[in-house]
């Protein structure tokens, strides 16, 4: 690994990190070998798998039969269920040099921010779409417990949490896991949203959730959550999930919703898995800690078209299938073949 150490973030919110080490020859061997790495398919090497965890940096919590441990120098916590750790090859660093700036640009400022690696099984192979019901909530309430740990930090202004599963989504490992982004700014995206939001009398997403539940785009609903595919779908097979109850961020959310919010994560892929054939997806939570106006909403997206050359030069997205038609796949009210 080289000496490289630049962590900063450029003006419209690029974030420059050499850090995770890549070389024009490393790009060039990744279209090369696509989907034959060993470290892609097997638990052969793999770091996340359990009883492999000195392959990666100390983990920061990990939780245990409903408690929460960390590795020390001197013990590292084995038999894990979920297991938390900062990126081996992280975006951010919480240590940016400021000296990485020279040269760099005025408006450039330090990339400062955590990038933490969620594991969410011991066991390689095991998918969410696999999850029990208990095993979702599980994970719901270890995402909200992150989120809280990172929302503590006085910097922090917003924790993104996502992940990317398969090799089309940006997944570089086949081992079940989710990332967090734990940011000092405001994304733009969410600027721009509340700036809408603020000009709103009523909250749009309450409002956008009575209209999608009797939608011909309405999916299903359970206690806690509503599912639908948003009219706007960028790509095929979007979907968004929406708490019934108006919370801000997963900090707010009871057992319950979190509950509701698992059973839903395992329905829609349990659907893309029916439908699409466990498809390559991104799921991401859109959510706020300091802004209690804003509607915690979830979404999903199935990897199944391209981004091309026009979606990038104009921002439109040409999207094949509208989402009522989607949605009627997903409800599986339709066959799959007409
Ligand atoms: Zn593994
Ligand atoms: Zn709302």
Redesign the pocket.
């Known amino acids: 690994m080289s000496e490289i150490r630049k962590h900063y973030f450029l003006p419209e919110y690029c974030i420059i990190a050499e850090e995770r080490g890549k070389r024009p020859s490393d790009f060039a061997d990744e279209a090369g070998d696509m989907g034959q790495k060993g470290q892609r398919s097997g638990p052969e090497n793999c770091a996340f798998c359990g009883g492999a965890e000195e392959k990666t940096p100390p983990a920061g919590a990990v939780y245990k039969e409903g408690r929460i441990f960390a590795d020390t120098k001197e013990k590292i916590v084995r038999k894990w269920d979920f297991r938390c750790f900062q990126n081996l090859f992280p975006a951010l660093s919480p240590i940016p040099a400021f000296s990485e700036l020279s040269g760099v640009g005025e408006d450039a400022s330090p990339g400062f921010g955590f990038h933490e690696v969620i594991v969410e099984s011991p066991v390689h192979g095991k998918k969410l779409s696999d999850f029990s019901a208990a095993e979702l909530s599980d994970l719901m309430q270890v995402y909200r417990d992150r989120v809280c740990h990172y929302r503590a930090h006085e910097s922090i202004r917003y924790v993104s949490l996502f992940k990317n599963s398969g090799e089309a989504a940006g997944a570089s490992l086949d081992h079940a896991h989710s990332q967090l982004l734990a940011l000092p700014l405001l994304p733009p995206l969410l600027k721009t949203e509340l700036q809408a939001i603020g000009k709103e009398e009523k909250?749009p997403?309450?409002a956008l959730l009575e209209k999608e539940k009797k939608s011909t785009r309405f999916i299903r609903e359970n206690r806690e959550c509503v599912a639908f595919t948003p009219y706007c779908s960028k790509s095929p097979f979007e979907v968004w999930v929406l708490p019934k109850k108006?919370v801000s961020y997963l900090g707010d959310c009871s057992k319950e919703i979190l509950s509701g919010l698992g059973e839903m994560i395992g329905y829609v892929l349990n659907s893309y898995g029916k439908v699409l054939g466990n498809p390559a997806y991104n799921y991401m939570f859109y959510q706020l800690f300091d802004s209690p106006e804003y509607?915690l909403n979830l979404r999903f997206l199935p990897r199944i078209s391209l981004i091309a050359g026009f979606e990038m030069n104009t921002g439109i997205y040409i999207n094949t299938i509208s989402p009522e038609r989607a949605a009627s796949y997903l409800r599986g009210d339709r066959p799959l073949d007409e």
Do not use: E
């Open positions: 909250c997403y309450c108006h509607h």
